[in-house]
């Protein structure tokens, strides 16, 4: 299994600032991806995090305002750009064991824009 | 592209009774499926997953769950629930080799002690 810490847990920010999201993982991992739960909702994937290349993003999501670095094998960042009070929301990090066989996520971080 | 359905929204029991959550899923290849557990004020954690062998999947708690291929089905049964089993349960699925999760909507389990 693998130990993932994020920080930081909890923020609350001003609409229009940005918040920058850090992802640490224990091991090496290939796959490394964010999601994101909207209160109430469900996890929706925003981007898969690629080790020396841009990150890969879903539908609905653009590296404008979600830009991920992916430095190494046990970090990555998320951003969350000019903010507002939609993008209100748990952010999560997520690692997947290389085999698709299971996928490992940190605590979440809890971001209110205000 | 990977969709996953969940059936219920709601599901409010008795202690003691019995669970089952739908859980349906649309993909043409071959996955990997979970069950997923948040606790209110947790973070996820697994209950349980198949990725091949015997389709009935025991996992932790108690729960357990059958994937039925020809219905594309993973649904999520506990014979008897506690108080303590209230929190939101998510099916998941994804791609071999490939791990980036779709996950189904949730159900938010309540039991009445």
């Known amino acids: 299994s693998a130990v993932i810490s994020q920080k930081p847990s909890r923020d609350i920010c001003q609409r229009g600032t940005s918040l920058t999201i850090q992802c640490q993982v224990d091991?090496?991992?290939?796959?490394m991806f964010w999601y994101r739960q909207q209160p109430g909702q469900s996890l929706t994937l925003i981007a898969t995090?690629?080790?020396?290349?841009?990150?890969?993003?879903e539908s609905g999501f653009v590296i404008d305002k979600f830009p991920i670095s992916r430095p190494n094998l046990t970090f990555s960042t998320l951003t969350v750009s000019n903010m507002s009070p939609e993008d209100s929301s748990i952010y999560l990090c997520s690692v997947g064991d290389g085999l698709g066989t299971e996928a490992f996520f940190g605590q979440g971080t809890r971001l209110t824009v205000v | 592209a990977q969709s996953v359905s969940q059936h219920n929204h709601h599901v409010i029991l008795s202690e003691a009774a019995s669970l089952e959550l739908g859980c349906n899923y649309s993909y043409g290849g071959t996955v990997n499926l979970f069950w997923y557990v948040q606790y209110p004020g947790q973070h996820l954690q697994l209950l349980l997953k198949?990725?091949?062998?015997?389709?009935l999947v025991k996992g932790i708690k108690g729960f357990e769950a059958e994937f039925i291929k020809s219905k594309f089905s993973f649904n999520l049964r506990k014979p008897s629930v506690q108080w303590s089993d209230t929190a939101e349960y998510f099916c998941?699925?994804?791609?071999?080799?490939?791990?980036?999760?779709?996950f189904g909507a949730g159900t938010r389990l309540t039991v009445k002690p």
């Open positions: 198949y990725f091949s062998g015997d389709p």
């Open positions: 091991s090496q991992v290939t796959m």
């Open positions: 995090a690629n080790q020396g290349s841009e990150a890969t993003y």
């Open positions: 998941a699925v994804n791609a071999r080799r490939n791990n980036d999760m779709r």
